[in-house]
């Protein structure tokens, strides 16, 4: 089955990067290093009797150049050796489909490590899907007990997760396939073709992790607390590789930023790159997402009378959806926390490494209800039309934007009736919902406290909050129409 293949071709990929902290594991000598390593195999494993003739081949090339006194090791070979192209292509839905079923098995997978590590099964594939969703609430007290390598697991979890699962692998795929999934994870296009737009997010997406690890690093964190925080915040994921630390107006100021910058469009990116500075600055997406910002910390600096620096660092965190926080939230004002779950529902940009409901959407939608104030003070029959940057926004784009925030809203007030029910308070309960819904990793509270059932509904909750509304009723139908037959 063509569906079933292409699944295959996305583990191995993300196989690929789990290899990492395996082989960091194995380097400094941690024995957590061969569960990680479990993983990755399971990963990889399923695409051999496709990939390892490849490779043989492709070594046999290699060494038969090596004796013609040839360049040996033949590159651009060994990527394409490393494509375990799967005959057919997938329409929409079934890449919708797709990018379901990817976002339950690779986490389930990759639970495998925190199980060995000697926690439940629930929280296992808590703590991985938290990580793949790019969530970042979590069940480990005090991080800095881990093992190292399980340390830059988690953050590579959440830097390849934030980026996308999809994205990973769409270098391999080519024409209206890879743009339903393009389309599937969220994303938008940004260049010419499928290749310029997969490579252009990879570049911005590198580029902006290198230059977070050296601001973190020279703000005076650790190399390996500079790598996982970068990877932590850039793809807005939120893991802390401590429980505690002594940050300085400096150290949070930048960790902010990369938060802030992961929140931005990759189209803002792409448009500094090619220079078009007055495009990418005037943005009404981008003006709009840095309005409600400010207006959020204003409010809660005015009302709340909370601590400036705090303020401002857990309100980015917030509307990024990137899970940081410093100091306790728990104790700040019910104002503060109201305007913090405003964000937390908002996220950032479209087409950035954010969840919740996106700046766009509610630009868009906020548009449309002045257009539609406008038009009744007009003539009968006269046409007015909805614009962002000065371009008309399709009608289906106005109608999807509003089925999904209704949506949104629907679930997040269903969701918060049933932890109310659980026992919960009811701003804590909102607050929770709001969260992990829209992947950011706030918490008024501790975790540890959750029961398994309170546990299985955030995993739900994460995991529909990365992979948005629409690819889950997909699978749903998938499912249906799988059973009938």
Not at 104 to 133: K, N, Q, R
Not at 316 to 326: E, K, L, N, R, T
Not at 392 to 401: Q, R, T
Request: net charge positive; aromatic share 14%; proline share 3%.
């Amino acid at each position: 089955m063509s569906l079933i293949g292409k699944l295959t071709e996305v583990m191995f990929y993300v196989g690929l990067a789990i290899l990492i902290p395996a082989i960091y594991g194995y380097w400094i000598g941690e024995a957590i290093w061969e569960s990680i390593m479990v993983c990755a195999i399971i990963l990889i494993l399923p695409t051999s009797p496709v990939l390892v003739p490849k490779l043989v081949k492709w070594f046999h090339e290699s060494v038969t150049a090596l004796f013609r006194k040839e360049i040996p090791w033949n590159y651009v070979k060994l990527i394409d050796a490393m494509k375990p192209k799967v005959a057919g292509e997938l329409n929409l839905g079934e890449a919708l489909v797709l990018t379901s079923l990817a976002w339950l098995i690779i986490p389930a997978i990759c639970a495998y490590p925190y199980s060995v590590s000697g926690y439940a099964p629930v929280d296992s594939y808590f703590e991985s899907m938290s990580g793949w969703t790019s969530t970042g609430l979590s069940l480990i007290e005090q991080p800095e007990n881990l093992p190292k390598s399980m340390l830059l697991f988690r953050s590579i979890t959440q830097w390849v997760g934030g980026l996308g699962i999809i994205i990973f692998v769409l270098a391999v795929l080519r024409g209206l396939e890879a743009k339903n999934l393009l389309k599937a994870e969220g994303r938008e296009t940004i260049g010419s073709s499928i290749a310029s737009t997969v490579k252009t997010y990879w570049k911005i997406y590198f580029g902006l992790s290198l230059l977070g690890v050296i601001a973190l690093f020279y703000s005076g964190f650790d190399l390996f607390n500079a790598v996982n925080l970068t990877m932590s915040g850039i793809s807005n994921g939120g893991f802390f590789p401590f429980s505690h630390y002594d940050f300085n107006g400096i150290q949070e100021f930048v960790l902010a930023g990369t938060m802030f910058v992961g929140a931005t469009s990759f189209v803002f990116f792409n448009n500094l790159l090619h220079r078009k500075f007055k495009k990418a600055f005037l943005d009404e997406e981008l003006v709009f997402y840095i309005l409600v910002l400010l207006s959020a910390i204003l409010l809660i600096l005015y009302v709340g009378k909370e601590d400036g620096l705090n303020t401002i660092f857990n309100s980015v965190s917030a509307i990024a959806c990137g899970g940081f926080s410093i100091g306790n939230i728990a104790i700040m004002h019910t104002f503060s926390k109201y305007v913090i779950i405003l964000l937390m529902f908002c996220g950032g940009m479209y087409g950035s490494t954010t969840g919740a409901v996106k700046i766009w959407r509610i630009l868009v939608v906020l548009k449309s209800i002045w257009v539609k104030i406008k038009t009744s003070f007009l003539p009968t029959g006269a046409v007015n039309v909805i614009k962002i940057n000065n371009k008309p926004v399709e009608y289906d784009a106005v109608i999807e934007s509003a089925i999904f925030i209704f949506s949104y809203a629907f679930i997040v007030v269903i969701s918060t009736g049933v932890f109310i029910a659980l026992g919960y308070g009811d701003v804590d309960s909102l607050f929770l919902v709001a969260s992990s819904l829209g992947n950011v990793g706030l918490s008024t509270f501790s975790l540890l406290q959750l029961g398994t059932i309170s546990k299985g509904f955030l995993i739900v909750l994460m995991y529909l909050g990365r992979i948005e509304i629409f690819p889950s009723l997909a699978l749903a139908r998938f499912l249906i129409n799988f059973i009938k037959r």
